[in-house]
């Protein structure tokens, strides 16, 4: 690279930065917007399932229906929204989505578990979210059986049988990687995916295009500038800022939302440095192909959101996405990047181990960059 090369770049570099700190819109592209998408899905996305509005009907009002409400309404889990009278209540409740859950205590419920018979408990869960359905269906299940144990242990206690183990078999539960399973622990850290998808190629395929929207690209048009070195001069100050958004992002992540960070950060800013190499020729590819800012902006953002959201295993490991889904997750860069931002912040894996992950960042940056080159004429037509 010679000087007169060099010097080339740092005028059209010269010229972008003058042109971000006199626009408070690139400046907000660049920092305000990363940071509250960060701050708006990290408190906003949760998979918790935790205080689920519940509505009983005690049909039988004795001692022991008591017992399994109140032992129900103390776990975190499920959240007393109130008692109704009559089966019209709760349906009504579902219906308006004041509750999600409604437990029918029928009558005699006391008399025939003293009388050592089985007695039904109906329980209308909310199916409208199935996930949220099926995960509060398991916590009713869990309690139920530890209620259920409590009451054989009382009964094996009249007939004076107190060493029989109703758990011949234990299960010996360890949570690996998030011990708490806190969510927020995981989708945090993978914001960082969906973020610096999207910030960078948008600033990319903004930085071109404006010179198209406002007609100055006929300024570079008439100049001696070759295109690769027009690219570098107006994508290195974006690359830049960028890299600060990571150190922000990363703090945030630590010190707001309290997720431990157990790897190597070196190894996490590597990654970072890929994955915007990366994410910005993307923007570069969808410069080549638009002619206005808004458009741009409009495109990248269908382009980049979606991936890092469904196929980049943030909301569900991607082998749960079906053989298409897994497919078409590996044909995007967030799945690997992802594999790195886990493989830091909780897992503790190696360079070695995630050698792949970089490799194939690095060559799909280089073909993006080296695509977007070719796109890009200098010259109308």
Known sequence: MDKGTINRIGTIIQKEFKEILR????????????????????????????????????????????????????????????????NEELVELLQKGSIRLAVIIPPQFQRRLRQELASPVQVLIDGTYP????????????????????????????????NVDLQPIKLDTRFLYNESLVSSFSLVPGLLVVVLMMNPAIMA?????????????????????????????????????????????????????????????????????LYIFTTTGMGLIISAFTRSMVAAEIVTIIITVIPSFLYSGL????????????????????MYYMKIVQGTYSKVIGLREMAMNYLVLLIYGITLFFL????FKKREG
């Open 23 to 86: 626009s408070p819109l690139y400046l907000l592209l660049a920092h305000f917007v990363p940071l509250a998408l960060y701050l708006v899905f990290g408190f906003g996305l949760s998979l918790d399932v935790e205080r689920i509005p519940t509505a009983f009907l005690d049909l039988d009002r004795t001692q022991m229906s008591r017992q399994l409400i109140d032992g129900l309404i103390k776990t975190k889990y499920f959240s007393l929204t109130q008692e109704a009278h009559r």
């Open 131 to 162: 996930y949220r359905g099926l995960v509060t269906k398991d916590y009713l299940t869990a309690y139920l059986a530890s209620f259920n144990q409590g009451l054989i242990q009382k009964w094996l206690k009249k007939k004076g049988l107190t």
């Open 205 to 273: 395929a903004i930085a071109i295009v404006r010179e198209k929207d406002y007609g100055t690209i006929y300024n570079i048009y008439a100049s001696p500038i070759s295109r690769w070195e027009f690219l570098m001069g107006k994508l290195i100050p974006y690359y830049f800022l960028n890299l600060a958004n990571i150190l922000v992002l990363f703090f945030l992540s630590i010190i707001l939302f309290g997720v431990s960070f157990k790897g190597s950060f070196l190894l996490l800013f590597l990654g970072s440095l």
């Open 315 to 334: 909301l569900m490991p991607v082998s749960n996405l079906g053989r298409g889904g897994e497919i078409e997750a590996h044909l995007f860069p967030a």
């Open 372 to 375: 977007g080159l070719i796109l």
